[in-house]
């Protein structure tokens, strides 16, 4: 079983509707981060918060909105999202954002689908 | 830019059978984790490398960090089918935001 839970585990949203994803993680990690997943590829970094603070965007397009309200949660709220944001969304955390040797966890991601 | 070449990107293989998948590098890493996701879960964490030459094993898989820190291998020996998933090398370099580069991954299918 993932320590990193993340809901729901799938979502279908038309791409005029507004959604949010949740992480919630309780190893007293300080730093979360959020991927975006095709089939068969490798995750792609989207944002990174560590201690509670955003510090690092991939350029990621403004429909995705990152927030951290505590050091266990993390969501990601998703607005007019297009077809091809169809992905699975995965979060992650580590005990510290660039601690040598601490492996990123990840949870089971939030299947999502764009109509 | 770092890159991790990960080889081969597919392999379907018989039950029992050993293989090895390569990440190769032009850049140092200060570690590499190798990760195996099955389909509809998140990659799961199998092991962290840290030091140059190191060799871990789990169970019927061992894993090896290159002596410069620049490439990885992960054999798996007697391969089952329940080994069957999409194997992800990441690396963590020295930067200054230690965000971790991923291969492309190896997508394996182990036949019964």
């Known amino acids: 079983d993932t320590e990193v839970t993340q809901t729901p585990k799938h979502l279908v949203m038309g791409m005029t509707n507004k959604k949010s994803l949740k992480c919630e993680q309780h190893m007293g990690h300080r730093a979360m981060y959020w991927y975006k997943q095709k089939a068969k590829k490798p995750p792609e970094l989207m944002f990174v918060?560590?201690?509670?603070?955003?510090?690092i965007n991939e350029s990621v397009p403004s429909r995705f909105s990152p927030e951290c309200p505590n050091s266990s949660l993390l969501n990601l709220h998703l607005h007019a999202l297009q077809p091809e944001d169809s992905a699975l969304y995965l979060c992650a955390s580590s005990s510290q954002q660039g601690a040598l040797n601490q492996p990123q966890h990840f949870g089971d991601g939030t299947r999502l689908s764009i109509l | 830019t770092q890159l991790l070449e990960q080889s081969p990107q597919f392999l379907s293989i018989q039950e029992g059978e050993n293989l090895t998948v390569y990440c190769n590098s032009s850049?140092?890493?200060?570690?590499l984790q190798w990760y195996r996701q099955e389909p509809g879960e998140g990659p799961v964490l199998l092991v962290t490398v840290v030091t140059g030459g190191e060799v871990k094993k789990l169970k019927r898989l061992t894993f090896q960090f290159g002596d410069a820190r620049k490439d990885s291998s992960l054999h798996i020996t007697a391969a089952q089918p329940g080994d069957t998933g999409l194997y992800l090398c990441?690396?963590?370099?020295?930067?200054?935001?230690?965000?971790?580069?991923f291969g492309k991954g190896t997508l394996l299918t182990v036949n019964p």
């Open positions: 918060y560590s201690y509670e603070k955003l510090s």
């Open positions: 850049s140092v890493f200060s570690s």
């Open positions: 990441a690396g963590s370099g020295g930067g200054s935001n230690y965000k971790l580069t």
